[in-house]
């Protein structure tokens, strides 16, 4: 087996900076050899850091270039397309979420991964969050005692980050498949069912006080779990200054742990001994899921190594999502894997 593996970063732009800073911390192993973007500047500026060729398109890289394995973070109308493609060229994918926005993409995304008979690894980086992977163990551990109820919070002011382009793909239904839910909702998503494990039904209303993104920028839901277990998701983009909220709250019968409501992280635990709460992980915080991550899919690919999730693990995030739309309009509860 050979020991390092060359990929290709298509799609240079604000999570292709998370993903290579991950794998310069953390994966050796990785040799960023190709990258890809319709825009050029931003894929000589990874160039530049790697000293990856540089492409302007998947076509052009997988006919000129030298790569093992593509990572494809690009808008999710494109997702589908690439995928298909790097698996017919015979290459591993590591996918940026949601798989495909509809589950017909995604039923002939996995199809064709399994034709390759390739690695196919979807890249959901709460998996790897570590104050996600902390929570999972106090659980795993019995510490929090039977949990009670759990809460997820993916509240974000509006800025540059996510839209910094004149028109960004994600202000299109069309383009994204829907607005925060299926984006960035999905790091909310994951964790909770990491927790209490599968959802059964939910109830949701949304929201667009976000004017200038089609797609919601407001949710209020209900997730109903297999276990009877219920846990609220709130999602929401405001152009509005907010105040402090934890992004996650775990209750149990022996105390309550709360996630902080920023990228920066750290967990604090309340229960009997600790009324004010005490610090059990200092700040880790998101961009330290990436490393993880990458490393999961190297080793993977270069080691035979099982998935921490596998690639069908992320059609629960869009089946939530679009359970979510279908809720809204509805205003029923609806069955997430009916
Ligand atoms: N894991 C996370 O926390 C997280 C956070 C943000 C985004 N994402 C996901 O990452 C993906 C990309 O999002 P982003 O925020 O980086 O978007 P972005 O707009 O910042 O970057 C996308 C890049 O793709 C390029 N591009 C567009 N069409 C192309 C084409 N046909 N060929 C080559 N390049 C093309 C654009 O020029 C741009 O540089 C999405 O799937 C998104 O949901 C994940």
Same mark, same amino acid.
């Given at each position: ?13 604000? %999570? ?26 931003? =894929?000589?500026?990874?160039? =530049? ?19 093992? !394995? ?9 997702? #589908? ?7 017919? =060229? /015979?290459?591993?994918?590591?996918? *940026? ?5 509809? +589950?017909?993409?995604?039923?002939? %995304?996995?199809?064709?991964?399994? &034709? $390759? ?28 005692? *039977?949990?009670?109820?759990?809460? $997820? !919070?993916?509240?974000? #002011?509006?800025? *540059?980050?996510?839209?910094?382009? &004149? &028109? ?14 299926? @984006? /960035? ?25 976000? &004017?200038?993104?089609? /797609? ?42 709360? %996630? ?11 229960? =009997? ?11 880790? /915080? ?11 899919? $190297?080793?993977?690919?270069? @080691?035979?190594?099982? +998935? ?31």
């Amino acid at each position: 087996m050979p020991d390092t593996l060359r990929l290709a970063l298509l799609g240079c732009g604000a %999570i292709a900076r998370y993903h290579l800073d991950g794998i310069k911390e953390r994966v050796p192993r990785i040799q960023v050899s190709a990258v890809i973007d319709l825009d050029r500047a931003k =894929a000589e500026k990874f160039a =530049a850091e790697t000293g990856a060729k540089v492409f302007t398109s998947l076509d052009q890289a997988i006919d000129q270039g030298e790569f093992d !394995a593509v990572d494809i973070m690009l808008p999710h109308d494109l997702h #589908e397309r690439c995928a298909l493609q790097a698996f017919a =060229a /015979g290459k591993h994918v590591l996918l *940026e979420k949601p798989m495909a926005p509809t +589950l017909e993409g995604c039923a002939r %995304i996995l199809a064709a991964a399994k &034709k $390759a008979g390739t690695v196919f690894m979807m890249a959901e980086n709460a998996q790897y969050w570590p104050e996600i992977v902390k929570a999972q163990e106090v659980i795993q551990n019995g510490d929090l005692g *039977e949990i009670i109820t759990a809460r $997820a !919070a993916f509240v974000c #002011e509006f800025d *540059e980050y996510w839209f910094k382009e &004149k &028109k960004p793909w994600r202000y299109e239904q069309s383009r994204a498949g829907g607005g925060i839910t299926i @984006d /960035g909702g999905s790091h909310w998503m994951r964790p909770l069912r990491m927790w209490l494990g599968e959802i059964d039904e939910l109830v949701a209303v949304t929201g667009h006080p976000l &004017k200038q993104m089609e /797609g919601e920028s407001l949710v209020r839901a209900l997730f109903r779990f297999q276990s009877g277990a219920v846990a609220g998701f709130d999602a929401l983009m405001v152009a509005t200054a907010m105040g402090p909220e934890p992004w996650w709250r775990i209750t149990g019968t022996k105390g309550e742990l709360v %996630i902080d409501g920023s990228f920066g992280g750290g967990i604090r635990l309340y229960d =009997a001994q600790h009324r004010q709460g005490r610090t059990l992980m200092e700040p880790q /915080g998101y961009a330290k899921s990436f490393g993880p991550e990458l490393e999961d899919f $190297a080793r993977a690919v270069l @080691d035979g190594k099982t +998935l921490d999730a596998g690639p069908e693990q992320a059609l629960g995030e869009l089946r939530i999502a679009l359970a979510i739309y279908r809720s809204a309009t509805s205003r029923q509860w609806e069955k997430v894997w009916a």
